[in-house]
Nanobody
Framework: QVQLVESGGGSVQAGGSLRLSCEVA????????MGWFRQAPGKERERVAH????????SYIDSVKGRFTISQDNAKNTLYLQMNSMKPEDTGMYYC??????????????????WGQGTQVTVSS
């Protein structure tokens, strides 16, 4: 059973930075699509970024391109999300998630197989 544990959330002022971590337990398989999602109060959960663990290929939602970077450390079995130049609209609960076999459908939260418990990110203006 795959387990995902996020850490690194917190409160920052606009323009600041945070780095989220997601420790992956229960597998060292490289055929997963790993993603970061966020959910603001009253809004639907949205995919922020994802990475195909096999090749390291990445994709981002337009609103974070150039500011956020998703990466992985295979030796530590950990996924990261480096968030720079943060904006108040980045506020929300951030979740790490994993999908088996491919990144097809990763934009749809219901297609993900495993989820972490979430970590809160708050950006003040």
């Amino acid at each position: 059973q795959v387990q995902l544990v996020e850490s690194g959330g917190g409160s920052v002022q606009a323009g600041g930075s945070l780095r989220l971590s997601c420790e992956v337990a229960g597998t060292t398989d490289r055929s997963y699509c790993m993603g970061w999602f966020r959910q603001a109060p009253g809004k639907e959960r949205e995919r922020v970024a994802h990475i195909w663990t096999g090749t390291g290929g990445t994709s981002y939602i337009d609103s974070v391109k150039g500011r956020f970077t998703i990466s992985q450390d295979n030796a530590k079995n950990t996924l990261y999300l480096q968030m720079n130049s943060m904006k108040p609209e980045d506020t929300g609960m951030y979740y790490c998630a994993a999908k088996r076999s491919s990144c097809i459908g990763v934009y749809t939260p219901g297609m993900l197989n495993y989820w972490g418990q979430g970590t809160q990110v708050t950006v003040s203006s």
